[in-house]
């Protein structure tokens, strides 16, 4: 019942940067946390960031922490994930997700997730 759409992935260098946004309908944003993704060819999607319903509080793989940022416009229903410094290893496939869920014991697994975006690609050269 909530559909999820992805953009603003895209093909740049290593340290370069882009700005991904994730746009919702269908139910009352502010009534769910929302998390991002990555995928990439042989691996499992592992957790990026998630930030809760009224954006107070964030989290962040290790991975990311520092260069990524996460927020959310819950009047444009939108949220987003600068990512700085990108390097190569993030390459991969990049989605949104919703949840019902509050907790940060929760965010970081998939299974909690109620719904998804199709995902966009981010591909860092070197």
């Known amino acids: 019942q909530v559909q999820l759409v992805e953009s603003g992935g895209g093909l740049v260098q290593a340290g370069g940067s882009l700005k991904l946004s994730c746009a919702a309908s269908g139910r009352t944003f502010n009534n769910y946390a929302m998390g991002w993704f990555r995928q990439a060819p042989g691996k499992e999607r592992e957790f990026v960031a998630a930030?809760?319903?009224?954006?107070?509080?964030?989290y962040y793989a290790d991975s990311v922490k520092g260069r990524f940022t996460v927020s959310r416009d819950n009047a444009k229903s939108t949220v987003y994930l600068q990512m700085n410094s990108l390097k190569p290893e993030d390459t991969a496939v990049y989605y949104c997700a919703a949840t019902t869920y509050y907790s940060g014991l929760y965010l970081s697994s998939r299974a909690n997730y109620n719904y998804w975006g199709q995902g966009t690609q981010v591909t860092v050269s070197s």
């Open positions: 930030i809760r319903r009224s954006g107070d509080i964030t």
